[in-house]
């Protein structure tokens, strides 16, 4: 009895802690207040949630605190967007990033190459600063004269806004396809393999004194070939692929954002490890700068790109059903007519928001739960967690762990994104928002602790969520007749002073370890 | 007497700054043709333009050296630091416009509630350390930046427009007496930044650079930690509440962005640009960024936060001791430069 105590200690205070507080919380409220209430604590739960995990993830291996992680939760969001709304500009968009990615991810070979290279110090560096510049500024020239379908921020009827307010009434708008003017397209594929790779020759070459020696295999050529392969295909097919994308089912489409958002979350996750994270290790207060920088250069490009104004990510076609039999009483009525809502306990209860976006939430919460207890990976990570030293000691190589783990956790977030997205909307400002709910509840929950992520989330979605309700309902205070309504900027005020107190009383957060 | 020049000479960078910061209005005021008198009462155009511009830069550097003070020498991260700022110019600009209090009294006023601030955030500092303390003072900050934009307050702060129209007192008014209020705001700041050389170099100041250094070992040599750090903590308050009150003298609007989260971060900037833990980079780091703003705004528009934001982590990653911080590394080399150069300048004996 003691030892299943002891063993399941954090299931049970998490139990605990949530009984409590839904007893505390849900007196004087009707039961179909109470259900909703509770059902959307979940839903922003589960996205404070992927925020969140990735967070700790970071922080807990790397002793990074990811400050970028609201703006890359934006930056998923926004993908998914793009995505969704308008793959012509996504199919555009893959050419161009592929072929750089492939004249990059060549600069191993160019390492070799660089090695044999002698010219002496100053030379070397001077000639590497030049080949630089001309790779990059040529590559920036082609780039500008690459043609993509875009929106017009200043053109109202061109406007993201007016892009996804009809595809949400189900018209979207095909606008007409861009085609290569400037510049011809052989010479723009050519020319931004070569100057891509021109740059990363010249990188290498700057590194040359420090490169490690690595053998090349037929890996190190088959990833680029690759990458100029589907970037070239992505070209030739290109208005066939638009169309055939424009046509699909939008379940399917939705599905193509996400992966598409997630992965483009675990590629920026990885770059920004490697290339500006790395060279700070030994210097943790200026990592938490560089992300807090990156954090604001992210908004402002966001800001500069989509734009301002808010705008939505339309539902895809299995959350929005409505006439006929909807709202829908019973899951059978729900699975034929893909109702937008449900009727629970007599309320209406909105599918998307506050039952499928909880459910993906459960999801990602066990399968990261098991990846970390269960695999190979995961155990290294969490021994890398409480001592990093000695897992290195061990011969493990913990610089591709960390990479890994800054992707995944990037990732996670970018995910978050894009699955909020269509409840939430989208602003250049949601990032923000949502750093600080999952920074309080890393704080309540333990800084470092995965199930303390999972619970400081839902406890700050719940009281959240509670606190909108009261503001709405109001509560009778004793003794007296009065009732008290909690005006909105309390909703945000009342978790971070739970926040303050918790942290006050237990230094680690509630399921963190003691210092 | 020797004791006395001593003191001239190690602070002469900030005399000299003092003194030509004095003048600058009249060398303005010359360039543009208009006579010292004429700058005196308040009437060149440009010179007046660009004493506003001090001003602003003046204000600034106080909050920066208050952070400088708190996170460059003591290491204390705090993510809350506007908050001081945010609080002093506010209950300056409600104490003028809605209590109608004589202003030595509203002096008094911010002075005592920066020193209650200051101890209400170290009831806290005992009990978290490192990033715990980072992330309580963000969220204490949070808390007062949501009540000051939060629609019930909206008769005494004005919510998300910010606080308008505070009866400037006439004989430091912004605008007829703006010289005035110029050489206010410069003598402030160098007595600021003379205290806290002073308070660096004393003993008091060798224990915070200690605790800034390794505080488990300052603990170990029997120093309280603790009060050393409550003592930093409001001295930063006060000078951060005094720049907060003259921003709200000196703005026509006090906005609640003062109060956010990026108001810190732009303190974090102008220290990290001027050199962590330097103090005098605090100043040197909010006249490059504040004039790079000004150009750059005035010449690009909105977008030159993004160029802003590059610059930030460039300095992170490639000049992370800020300008005068590289500057006192190369002290060495460039004295070897000039003599070598006033040797080749030297007739040969």
Redesign the interface.
Known sequence: MKTTLRKNSKAIIILVVIAAFLFVAARGMSGKDVIITVLRGFSIGSVTFLVAAGFSLIFGLLDV?NLSQGTLYMIGAYVGWTVYVRPDTFVDVLTPILLILAGFSLSSLWERFAKRIQLGAKPQKIAAWVMILVGFGLLALILTRYPIASWDLNNYSQSPITYSYMADQGMPIIPAEAVFQKISPFVAVIGILVTSSLSAFSIALLNSGTATTETANWRKYFVPGVLVLVGVLALVFNARITSWMYGMNSNWLFVIAILVSVISGVGLGALMETT?IR??YS?P??Q???T???G??GV??VQ?VWGRPEFVLPKPALFTGTGGVCPATNLADLFENHCSTILLLGGRVRVYDEIFIPIVGIIVLIVVWILLKRSRIGMIIRAGVQDRQMVEALGINVRRVFTLVFALGVGLAAFGGALAAPSSGLTPMMGEKLL?SA??AL?IGG?TSFPGAALGSLLVGLIQQFMIKYGQIGIPLPFTDAVFKP????V??ST??L??IV??IL?GGLLGTK? | MKNNTNVFIKNRGILIFFAVMLLAPFLIGLLEGSSPAVILNNRGSMSKFLEGLGIEIFILAMFALSYDLLFGITGLLSFGHSMFFAVAAYLTGIALKTMHLPFWQVVLLVLLVAVIQALLFSLVLPRVKGVTFTLVSLGLASVFHIIVMSSDMINLTGADVGLQGVPVPAFISPVSERLRFYVIALSLLVATFLFYRRFVASPTGRVCVAIRENEGRAKMLGYNTTLFKIVVMVISSLTASIAGLLHALYQPIISPGVADLGYTVMGLLIVLVGGVGTLSGAIVGAFALRLLDFTLRRYIGESAAIITGAIYVIFVLFVPYGIIGTMNLRQFKTKQGWQRLLGLLKPKE
């Not at chain 1, 005006?487 to 309390?490: D, E, I, M, T």
């Open positions: 605190l500006l060279p700070l210097r207060i200026y938490l700068m560089l807090l920088g990156l604001t250069i402002q490009i500069a600080l920074l309080i704080a800084l005006s909105p900027p309390l945000p005020a971070v002073l926040m303050v942290l006050l230094p210092e």
